[in-house]
Nanobody, 126 residues
């Protein structure tokens, strides 16, 4: 299983970015997917997750109302639309794939994800 994240970059506070995560190596549509981030000197933290069908979504409190996760199962791609970005959103963002198929609710637990992309850096300037 390979996950390839892209779309990071430098943006001013208040701006927007859209991250993408292209998946291959297994049936993408069977598995929940998530986004995590890791700021310098901090632990990796949950951002958002979506179940296999796209019907159920979770967000961390810090991004709720600003970020939107989505998936296109026909394109084997996961997205994260990030609006109203803040300097504290600066981090390396990782997409991740759950190891368990067809779960109704997506998981926010880092250890439930077996597959990880390489990360894409998002830098928000003040």
């Amino acid at each position: 299983v390979q996950l390839q994240a892209s779309g990071g970059g430098l943006v001013q506070a208040g701006g927007s970015l859209r991250l993408s995560c292209a998946a291959s190596g297994r049936t993408f549509s069977n598995y929940g997917m998530g986004w995590f981030r890791q700021a310098p000197g901090k632990e990796r933290e949950f951002v958002s997750a979506v179940n296999w069908s796209g019907d159920n979504i979770k967000y961390s409190d810090s991004v709720k109302g600003r970020f939107t996760i989505s998936r296109d199962n026909a394109k084997n791609t996961l997205y994260l639309q990030m609006n109203s970005l803040k300097p504290e959103d600066t981090a390396v963002y990782y997409c991740a794939g759950d190891r368990r198929p067809f779960l109704i609710m997506p998981t926010t637990t880092l250890n439930d994800y077996d597959y990880w992309g390489q990360g894409t850096l998002v830098t928000v300037s003040s």
